[in-house]
């Protein structure tokens, strides 16, 4: 047990919590472009006597907390990216640069990682064992994670636990959904070409309208979640985007689908999409055209270990107490986090960032996304007493 007042320890960095997240805000820099944001954590934590590594999986950085005694290794991941998005606020911290937004609130996330890094680098004395803070680029198009782990961030040493926040703004500021399980969705790019015959539109009876078999189909995938996956597991498939003619005379030659599926099982995953290429192909057949079905798996769901959110949970109600954690939120967003967890146990928790009385509600990656920066604070005292938690 630690004797650190964690919420006591956070809120007095409130203030440069703020600064540090506003200028990240401003300066956004999208996938395996974060070369300003990695410069602003590796200088930091040099300064702090870390060891820093920068270009892990291309601009992602790592820094060790050494701890005075041997003892466990606690991986802490942050995702740094930001999104191709216009912002749409009028804030004084408004972003900078045309068409890219720190929408997702990442910003925060690497914010509150160099809060935590701070916090615990004053108590080095009696940390028995260490810290590696992973920033990670490109989270939101699936590829940083893994090319931070194709580049070793996961040996020498292999972390015990790994552990991660995201800031939420489906859950109240003051929150924090911590829940064991599956807590994130498995997700998958899903692309539908059906090929027909194309014609006049007048004369269908000349054509295999590739329009219609697409009706067909779409209606038909509806019941892979309400026929085929068991009422009390869940997925979702969504159609998306539909591509034909573009001329109101004209039956195309054919037709494309997009969509995304997303699971918190790789059984239910790999089950739908065996569906979505049997409904896909055999309503193609009976409608004289042909589908090709193409499916990329992205993310693997998060998947949290039941001991170590316990242990979580435990240490939250000392820092927030036992009314402000929430035992049984999920959502089918999807995250590469679930990479570092993969072999490791570890958990993800959700920390409130919405306010509504303030306006500060709009959903992640809205061009009015923002955040009740009073989650900051939160973010660093539950982290760092969720490290501290195997640390001291
Ligand atoms: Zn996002
Ligand atoms: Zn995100």
Redesign the pocket.
Known sequence: MSTIDYKAAAGALHDDLVTMRRDLHRHPEIAFQEVRTAAIIAEKLSGLGFEVQTGVGKTGVVAVLEGAADGRTVLWRADMDA?PVQEENQTDYVSTVSGRMHA?GHDGHVSIALGIARLLAEHRDSLKGRVKFVFQPA??IVAGAQAMIADGVLDAPRPDVSLGLHLWNELPVGTVGVTDGAVMAASSNLIIRISGKGGHAAMPHRTADPVVCAAQIISALQTIVSRNVDPAQTAVVSITQLKGSNADNIIPECVELGGSLRAYSLDIRDHSARRIHEIAESISQAMGCTAEVKLRHGTIPVINSAEVTAQLRETFAEVVGASAINTDFRTMASEDMSFFMDGIPGAYFFVGSANSAKGLDYP??HARFDIDEESLALGVALGAAAIGSYLF
Do not use: A, K, S, V
């Open positions: 999104l997702c989270e939101e992640h990656h």
